[in-house]
Nanobody
Framework: QVQLVESGGGLVQAGGSLRLSCAAS????????MGWYRQAPGKQRELVAA?????STHYEDSVKGRSTISRENAMVYLLMNSLKPEDTAVYYC??????????????WGQGTQVTVSS
């Protein structure tokens, strides 16, 4: 079993910053890509940012230039600056975990609420 545990969400004023953290643990052979998704009420879950095992990153257009994704060992972080009310959502950590050579399974965290007040 593999668990992803997020932390760092909360209530912040527009223009503020938050740093989300996610820790992966359990029966992990290796971790491939890790990322952050978000889901706002009434909307589909969308990718916010992702980082490969080699450190290549990808950002959704609306967060480019004001967000930084990073990882270290089995941790992944998302620093978000200049937050806007439209960033309000539940943020989910994702990891593509190789549980043994050649077998990759997608895992998700339980989600952490980010609320940006105007």
């Amino acid at each position: 079993q593999v668990q992803l545990v997020e932390s760092g969400g909360g209530l912040v004023q527009a223009g503020g910053s938050l740093r989300l953290s996610c820790a992966a643990s359990g029966s992990i052979f290796s971790i491939n890509a890790m990322g952050w998704y978000r889901q706002a009420p009434g909307k589909q879950r969308e990718l916010v940012a992702a980082i490969t095992s080699l450190g290549s990153t990808h950002y959704e257009d609306s967060v480019k230039g004001r967000s930084t994704i990073s990882r270290e060992n089995a941790m992944v972080y998302l620093l978000m600056n200049s937050l806007k009310p439209e960033d309000t959502a539940v943020y989910y950590c994702h990891a593509g975990v190789s549980i043994r050579p050649g077998v990759i399974v997608d895992y998700w965290g339980q989600g952490t609420q980010v609320t940006v007040s105007s």
